[in-house]
Each structure stands twice: as C-alpha cells, then as structure tokens.
C-alpha cells in the first residue's frame, strides 16, 4: 500500500520532478522494506558519497608521501575511508531529512523523499542515524587516537548545517567545512598532527565544495524564494558564473601549494592538476543556470574533477628520469 503523501502514479507532476529516480538497483535488488532506508541514505545517488570520500583520498594520497606506510596499508586507509563515508554520508543525509522534513514537503524536488512522504518517521529514521554511527565508530577503531579525536569534531558542524539555510545565504560554507573533514583526518592519521599542507589542502576543499555546491542549489533557487530558505544561488544570483570561477581557480591554487609544501609537486602531479583545470573550464563554459538537467550533470562532473586531484597528489612524488 502506498503511505500517505508518498509519490504514486496518480500524481505525475511530483513525481516527474522528484529526485529519487524510479528504477534504479535500490528498487531492482533491495526488498521492499529497505528501500525507504536506502533512499534515505542516498545510496542510489551516491554522487555525495564520493564528494565526501574524495578530500579524504586527497589527505591520504598527499600526507601519504612520506609516512612511512607501505602503499597496501594507504589503499586500505582509502578503503576504510569509503566505508566511513558511505555510513557517515548516510547518516549526515538522513538527519537533514529529519531537520528539514516541513521545508521537504513544500519543494516539488524533495517532496518525495521518505520522511516527507511518510514512508518512514522521525523515530525510525533517528534510529537508522545510530546504526550508520555504528558503522562509523568501528571505521575508527581502526585508525590513530589523533585521527579519532579530530574525526570526531566533525560531529559539531554536521549537526548544525541543516539549520544554516534559515539564517544566512551561505550554508554551502558550512557544507564546505563538513565535507572537506576527512582531509584533516587523513593527515592526523598519517602525519600524526595536522600540519600545515594539510590545512591548504582542506581550503581547498572548502573553495571545490562552494563551487559545485553553488551549481547545486541553483535547482532549488525558485522553491527556495517561496518558502524563504537561503543559498548561495540566490545571493550570487547573475554573479555566479565568475564567482564560482573564482572558487574553482582558488581550489586548484590551494591544491598546488599543498603540494608544493609537502614535496610532491612532480611532473606527474602537473599533469593532473591540469586536466582537473579543463574540466573546471568546461563546466565553466557549458553550465546553464535555469537548466536542471544541465545543472545535475554538472554537479555529478566534479566526481571526475576529484578524482583527477587524486590522481595529482598520489603520483605528485614520482620523479620521472
């Protein structure tokens, strides 16, 4: 039976501006009374997953010069890495959900979603975030007491950013200083404290995450007036363009100076960093602001863009002779 308020096919409209895709292996291969929960946590759009994963895999690439450890231990650092980003990424989206269910019901784009839906309620939906922290705490079992403790600070910022977007334009920033964490975490790991590369390294990953983040709100800018939510879509407004151009070059400056203090600015990491540059001026080049289909695409491209930074810092330290 379909709860109160979910999307049907008796309701086309909702339902053909929803962000959950019908289809996708959540409805093909989950059973039916999981799927509410995988929704919830976003794993059938794992787009977030890896914009939260990717800056710890930065941290582990560059801060893994010189560490010490061999290269199978780094891979499962990156593995453990994605495990906890999945859980914590999960659990992040699903007390969003909680903190903005009335706001949700009012944006055709999120209407569908389970809580406002009423696929799950508030008291499920609190004890599925314990069983993603869960998974998160024994992630850090295994790492360093150093890492632990700075991972653990996250939890703050976490739990405050879904309220930001009442009161300033700029809740991407907070975003910004939530998702980059695991660039901290990782140098703690692998560094032992939190060294000043790290640190360029994660204003790197604030001015990425204000960039794309910025591309993401533009879906919602004319919901977002109604109901009296703020962003930075709406307070760059025709500005955006150059100003997320701005962001995009600070990121890849940071990025630079990160690997210039730690030593690993190489040939190779040149490269990288330049074909992470084109793609930056393509999206550039090619976004349309009014375009939501445009604007998703390019949202999912900066998967591409840190993946090539990855790549950048991980091989930055080979010399070529």
Not at 65 to 77: A, D, I, R
Not at 133 to 152: D, K, M, N, S, Y
Not at 310 to 317: D, H, I, R
Request: with cysteine; aromatic share 12%.
């Amino acid at each position: 039976m379909t709860p109160a308020n979910s999307p049907s096919d008796s309701d086309p409209a909702r339902r053909d501006r929803s962000d959950i895709i019908a289809g996708n292996w959540v409805d093909r291969w989950l059973p039916g009374p999981v799927r509410p929960y995988a929704r919830l946590a976003r794993w059938d759009r794992p787009i977030g997953t890896w914009l939260l994963l990717l800056p710890c895999w930065w941290g582990v690439a560059m801060a893994g010069h010189g560490s010490g450890e061999p290269v199978w231990m780094l891979v499962w650092y990156g593995v453990l890495f994605g495990i906890g980003a999945t859980a914590m990424r999960g659990a992040g989206c699903t007390w969003n959900d909680i903190t903005d269910r009335d706001i949700d019901g009012k944006v055709a784009r999120t209407a569908t979603r389970p809580i406002p839906s009423g696929q799950v309620s508030v008291k499920q939906a609190l004890a599925f975030i314990a069983l993603q922290c869960l998974v998160g705490l024994a992630v850090l079992t295994q790492f360093t007491w150093e890492a632990i403790i700075v991972a653990i600070a996250s939890l703050a910022v976490v739990a405050i950013y879904p309220f930001m977007k009442r009161y300033t334009y700029f809740p991407q920033a907070f975003l910004g200083i939530a998702f980059n964490w695991g660039v901290l975490v990782a140098g703690a790991l692998l560094m032992g404290d939190i060294a000043p590369q790290i640190l360029v390294l994660y204003a790197a990953g604030f001015c990425w995450t204000m960039s794309y983040d910025t591309i993401y709100a533009h879906q919602d800018k004319d919901d977002d007036i109604l109901i009296g939510v703020k962003s930075t879509a709406l307070k760059f407004g025709d500005r955006t363009r150059p100003i997320i151009g701005g962001f995009m070059a600070a990121t890849l400056v940071l990025i630079a100076v990160a690997a210039w203090m730690h030593g690993v600015a190489g040939p190779l990491f040149w490269i990288g960093l330049a074909a992470a540059a084109g793609h930056f001026v393509w999206q550039l080049k090619t976004l349309e602001f009014d375009n939501p289909q445009n604007l998703i695409m390019h949202f999912k491209g900066n998967r591409h863009a840190g993946m090539l930074i990855t790549a950048a810092l991980a091989l930055g330290g080979i010399t070529l002779s």
